[in-house]
Structure formats: C-alpha cells, structure tokens
C-alpha cells in the first residue's frame, strides 16, 4: 500500500528564516509526486509536480526536490504569507490515477 | 482556462437528513472527477473517483453515494446524514496522469 509520510506536523519560523519540509514515501511505481499548499477552510492550490529523482522546481521562495525516498519543500526567507498547511502526495503507477496525500506540515511565519 | 466551483460553502444539517453536495468544472472535457473528505490531523480520504459519465467507483464503504450525471458535474449525496458524516468535502478534477486541481469545499457539519 503507497503511504506518505510528512514531518514535521507543525513548523513556527521567523520571518526570514529558512528551513525545509520533509515528505517520504512508499509507493511501487512512482508516476508523480505533488506539493500542494492549503490555506484554512480552503481547498489545496497545486504548486510543483516532481517525476523522477534529481528533479527540482522552483517558484518564489519554495523550491521542492525529489530522492527516491523522499521529497523535500525548501522555504528561503520566508515571510507571513507563507504561512499555511503543505501537502505532500504521490502518484502511483498504473491504469487509475490515485493519488495518496500525507497529513500536512502546518507551517506559521512569525513577522 | 479551468474552473471549479463547489457548494455550498457551509452546511449544518440534522442527523438523518438528507444531504446534496455539487461540484462543476469549466473549460475541460471528460475531466476525472474526485470526491475526498478531510478530517482534522488526516490527509485527505479519497470518497468516490469518476472517469466519465455515470462511472463511479468507490474507495470505502459508507453512508455515501456519488454520481455524475453530465461531463463536468458531480454530486455527493446521502439519504440520511450520521453524525460521523461531518467534515470538510472537497472535489477536484484532473486531465489524465496530471495533478489534481481542487474546489474550496464544503463544511458539513451534522448536529
């Protein structure tokens, strides 16, 4: 059974300090692993796609990289508006999308 | 390009009664349509997926029922709500193996 493992649960930064978010998973056949950010009473907005290990994305100040363990979210000087819960899920292989979600990281930036 | 809406936005509801929930997609065709739950401190609970018109599968037993009456509208129902039924819904769609794209949910709570 694929499973996602998120840590930590919760994480409180300092406005500017940068720090990383931690998804590892099991799943046979990776097709796809996706980062995804959920603000409170809000459905997750999509941020990164990853496919294969070595892989890295960027947008603003997150960057998300793939092993084939484990993904990780990199937050640069982040600010308040960072602040929310990220998900980290995975896509397995076959003929039927599911999709397997972790808990979330609930991250606060603190001005 | 695509949308999603959802509704309604909140719902308090009396124990057994019964319950609606819609969700449309604009600016796609023959989108897979998904419905999760999301429990406090849970990742999401895939509910029910659908590749096409009246094809609905189901991924745990329960007091729920989903359909998919036309291309880009599916709908979450009950015929009679269980206090265990509260939670937040969320619908989201998807273009074969890309990433899901989800609405901003349904709060139901069951009193």
């Known amino acids: 059974e694929d499973q996602v493992t998120q840590s930590p649960e919760a994480l409180r930064l300092q406005e500017g300090e940068s720090s990383s978010l931690n998804c590892s998973y099991t799943?046979?056949?990776?097709?796809?692993l996706f980062w995804y950010r959920q603000d409170p009473g809000k459905g997750p907005e999509f941020l990164f796609t990853l496919y294969s290990a070595g892989e890295e994305k960027e947008k603003e100040r997150l960057k998300a990289t793939l092993t084939k363990k484990e993904s990780f979210l990199h937050i640069t000087a982040p600010k308040p508006e960072d602040s929310a819960t990220y998900l980290c899920?995975?896509?397995?292989?076959?003929?039927?999308?599911?999709?397997?979600f972790g808990t979330g990281t609930k991250l606060q930036v603190i001005p | 390009s695509q949308t999603i809406h959802q509704w309604p936005a909140t719902l308090v509801q009396p124990v057994g009664s019964p319950l609606s929930l819609e969700c449309t997609v604009e600016g796609t065709s023959n989108p897979n349509l998904y419905w999760y739950r999301q429990a406090a401190g849970r990742g999401l609970q895939l509910l029910f997926y659908s590749v096409g018109i009246g094809q609905i599968s189901s991924e745990v037993p329960q007091n729920l029922s989903a359909s998919r009456p036309q291309d880009r509208q599916f709908i979450l129902s009950s015929k009679k709500l269980l206090l265990s039924d509260s939670g937040f819904y969320l619908c989201?769609?998807?273009?074969?193996?890309?990433?899901?794209?989800f609405g901003d949910g349904t709060r139901l709570s069951i009193l």
């Open positions: 899920a995975v896509q397995a292989g076959g003929g039927y999308q599911k999709v397997t």
């Open positions: 989201a769609w998807s273009e074969g193996n890309q990433p899901q794209h």
């Open positions: 799943v046979s056949g990776l097709r796809g």
